[in-house]
């Protein structure tokens, strides 16, 4: 079963791009990997999900190498509001690890 | 926006007694799901169902129980609450495991 490594927290100002990398050096075959987003009080939030090279959408970019053993959620000019924690999960449709979300990383943005 | 629905939001309750936290989806998920999270902590997943007449424990063992008798409808009962209960609990279903997961509000519980 895939298990995810992630740094704990990240600091980044107003503006800038933010990377945040996913180590999942056993994933297999079959597993998507997927990004969340949770602030204080809510529940995560569905972000982005890949299975290899790159995916992007209105809100984030992930890359994922050719190997798959990690992925990097990449947020464009990020703002304040951005401030959350974020989980990288990996999994297949069959598979309930999909759904284990660890600590994440919590990101705070700074002016 | 998500079509998931948990109430109560907020719940304060006495020592011992038994509570029923409520969640429903209209989207018509098969996967549905509970978890456990402390403030600043990590989200733990303590139930999860198939489907109808579906229900597995997560990673966290929990003394709640649930049940799916319909495919909207996901409730966690607590048969005699205690203070290490307080916590904020979490549904969330999605149409598979591995695809997008939609969250409620959540209920936060305090139980005193």
């Known amino acids: 079963l895939a298990k995810t490594t992630q740094p704990i927290s990240m600091d980044s100002y107003e503006g800038q791009e933010v990377n945040i990398t996913c180590s999942h050096n056993?994933?297999?075959?079959?597993?998507?990997i997927t990004w969340y987003q949770q602030f204080p009080s809510q529940g995560p939030r569905f972000i982005i999900q890949g299975y290899k090279t790159k995916v992007t959408n209105e809100v984030a970019s992930l890359f994922i190498p050719a190997d798959r053993k990690s992925s990097t959620l990449s947020l464009p000019r990020v703002s304040l509001s951005d401030t959350a924690v974020y989980y990288c999960l990996v999994g297949d449709s069959n598979s309930g690890y999909a759904l284990n979300f660890g600590k994440g990383t919590s990101l705070l943005v700074t002016p | 926006e998500a079509d998931i629905y948990q109430t109560p939001r907020y719940l304060v309750i006495g020592t011992g007694k038994k509570i029923t936290l409520e969640c429903s989806q209209t989207m018509g998920h098969d996967k549905m799901y509970w978890y456990q999270q402390d403030p600043g902590m990590e989200l733990h997943l303590i139930h999860y169902?198939?489907?109808?007449?579906?229900?597995e424990k997560g990673d966290l063992s929990s003394e709640s129980t649930v049940s799916r008798i319909r495919t909207e409808h996901f409730p966690l009962t607590l048969e005699s609450a205690r203070p290490s209960h307080t916590s904020q609990y979490l549904c969330?279903?999605?149409?598979?495991?591995?695809?997008?997961?939609?969250f409620g509000q959540g209920t936060r519980l305090t139980v005193v």
């Open positions: 169902s198939y489907g109808v007449n579906s229900t």
């Open positions: 056993n994933i297999a075959t079959n597993d998507y």
């Open positions: 969330a279903s999605s149409e598979r495991l591995g695809t997008e997961a939609f």
